[in-house]
């Protein structure tokens, strides 16, 4: 084994077994942004044998303030996150086998991205996605590690399907649209992203050297400006009723929440529609949109304008965005200021 996992194999607790077991895995990183990048970083420098980037966006210079994988170069570029991460990896490690792809993940698509993983990643930004990713994590028996950061806050669990709970045994149900901050909205500090991607990645290493019985099994939060942590423990859970555990209903892979979306001809526009959700907090969602843009509403619709973009959010979370003819664009528009 190369000198460069010396002091890593000198960890009692991976050494050369579990090196070569790191050495022969594939994990897949859904979300390239903050808690990706970290997540990717770290793991190409412990030596995975191969590793699978997903992202659908692309380098901005706003992201440097949090993503440690990309530079002022990647920004100016406008480079896909996949594809810089990727260059930055066969930098830092020219024996991992990087497969950068730039999509945007969905039910139809994700279970082909994550086939043939020994563990996924979560970097998302969105719990459209991270609904979907449970489900076929969950359908394929693969492990995976949830995380989310905003503002100073973040919060983590692991998922082993058939040996601990699954996040919507947890969760239950996605958060409204509308309902909770986002980066785009709140901020971010690195401070939260960092510990929370940590908190990943030595789940991941313990997940890929089968050392299971070292997992918290548990639903961490932690906010690094109070300085407040709490953890909830999750080894004796009772799934219940849930749908996915104890049911094996798959409802997101059917479609089940999705984002609906549809570029208006001529209009230079895309419309997202979400199937199955509620009604939108227009005073509230205004209160959290106003430190970003322009923000307007009445009775029936807000209107909010940020980065030449105009975006019209109706009652029922169906949004128009002005600006574009690119539904991946206005999906990502829509997780960054509308959230879930």
């Not at 009692?12 to 994990?27: H, N, P, T, Y």
């Not at 510990?195 to 997940?207: D, R």
Request: glycine content about 8%; proline content about 4%; charged content about 25%.
């Amino acid at each position: 084994m190369s000198d460069r996992y010396s002091r890593q194999i000198l960890f009692a607790e991976i050494g050369e077994e579990g090196q070569a077991k790191i050495a022969a895995s594939r994990v897949v990183i859904i979300g390239c942004g903050a808690l990706g990048a970290v997540q990717a970083e770290t793991l190409a420098r412990a030596g995975v044998g191969q590793l699978v980037l997903v992202d659908r966006d692309f380098v901005e210079e706003s992201n440097l303030q949090r993503q440690i994988m990309f530079e002022e170069r990647d920004a100016l570029d406008r480079l896909p996150k996949a594809v810089a991460a990727a260059s930055r990896i066969a930098r830092v490690n020219s024996d991992v086998q990087v497969e950068p792809l730039i999509a945007d993940v969905n039910f139809e698509n994700i279970e082909e991205i994550i086939s043939g993983a020994s563990l996924v990643m979560d970097g998302t930004d969105n719990f459209e996605t991270r609904f979907l990713i449970n489900d076929a994590c969950v359908k394929s028996k693969t492990p995976w590690v949830y995380g989310a950061a905003v503002g100073s806050y973040g919060l983590t669990m692991s998922i082993v399907p058939g040996e601990s709970p699954c996040l919507r045994c947890v969760l239950e149900a996605m958060p409204e649209p509308g309902s909770g901050p986002t980066c785009d909205t709140a901020g971010v500090i690195m401070p939260i992203v960092t510990t929370i991607a940590s908190i990943q990645s030595a789940e991941a290493l313990k997940l890929l050297t089968g050392r299971t019985d070292k997992l918290h099994r548990s639903l961490i939060t932690f906010n690094v400006w109070d300085f407040s942590f709490n953890r909830l423990d999750l080894s004796h859970f009772d799934a219940g009723d849930c749908p996915v555990c104890s049911q094996a209903r798959f409802d997101f892979l059917k479609g089940a929440g999705r984002q609906v979306t549809t570029t208006l001809c001529g209009r230079n526009a895309v419309q997202i529609a979400r199937t199955g959700r509620g009604s939108v907090d227009f005073p509230e969602l205004a209160d959290r949109l106003k430190s970003a843009g322009e923000v307007a509403f009445n009775d029936f619709l807000l209107r909010f304008r940020v980065e030449g973009y105009d975006i019209t959010v109706f009652r029922d979370a169906r949004s128009i965005i002005r600006g574009t003819t690119d539904p991946a664009v206005a999906r990502g528009l829509y997780a960054r200021y509308i959230g879930a």
